[in-house]
């Protein structure tokens, strides 16, 4: 079975600066999408960055980009220049096939003014 | 367009009642889930749907029955509630395809005294 670890519980950042959460899975898979997903206190579930394993370009939106590295089977999402709602809960997925999504346990993020 | 749809958005149950989570979505999804997100556990799947009609047990499916009569809704109940099923539950959508990410509902806390 597909697992995705998240070994940062949680994470802090200075405002405007550069922050990296890890997230690491295993897979037996060649073919399959990994996301970054952001939960703020609203506890709304949103879509952040999506990567698919076929592409060796990292996938980037704005300030959050990714660094892809499908060998080593990791998936660590960057968020640049910090701002005060950044602050979240974090959750890498991966999804392969016709499957559900498989979460890590998240990290949580504080950005501190 | 509302998205995924989830009611209620607070409850409170006794020990041994029972009671339904309605999910609807409106954007023509094969796929629909059913999340619970704990402290420190991130999102385990308990239940989803690949199809009207169809169900699949998820990673954490005991205490739980759900069904999908129609496309757009797919109900959670609980026949006999349990303290340990006190937990935020969140419903999801989504295409079949993998590459397609999946669409989340605000979230129902339950509490179950």
């Known amino acids: 079975a597909q697992t995705v670890t998240q070994s940062q519980p949680e994470m802090s950042v200075q405002e405007a600066e550069t922050v990296t959460l890890s997230c690491t899975y295993d897979?037996?898979?060649?073919?399959?999408?990994l996301f970054w997903y952001k939960q703020p206190p609203s506890r709304q579930m949103i879509l952040v960055i999506r990567q698919e394993a076929y592409k060796q370009q990292n996938a980037t939106e704005n300030r959050f980009s990714v660094n892809f590295q499908k060998a080593a089977k990791s998936f660590s999402l960057k968020i640049s220049d910090s701002q005060l709602g950044d602050a979240a809960m974090y959750f890498c997925?991966?999804?392969?096939?016709?499957?559900?999504?498989?979460f890590g346990k998240g990290t949580r993020l504080s950005v501190i003014a | 367009n509302a998205g995924v749809t989830q009611t209620p958005k607070f409850r409170v149950l006794k020990t041994g009642q029972s009671m339904t989570l309605l999910c609807a979505q409106d954007?023509?999804?094969?796929?629909m889930y059913w999340y619970r997100q704990d402290p420190g556990m991130g999102l385990r799947l308990i239940h989803y749907s690949v199809g009207e009609g169809t169900t699949a047990k998820g990673e954490v499916p005991d205490g739980y029955n759900v069904s999908r009569l129609k496309k757009q809704n797919f109900l959670l109940g609980l026949e006999s509630a349990a303290p340990s099923q006190t937990s935020v539950y969140f419903c999801?959508?989504?295409?079949?395809?993998?590459?397609?990410?999946?669409?989340f509902g605000d979230g129902t806390r339950l509490s179950i005294l």
């Open positions: 897979t037996s898979e060649s073919d399959y999408y």
């Open positions: 954007m023509n999804h094969e796929y």
């Open positions: 997925a991966y999804r392969s096939g016709n499957t559900p999504l498989v």
């Open positions: 999801a959508s989504s295409y079949r395809q993998s590459y397609q990410p999946q669409h």
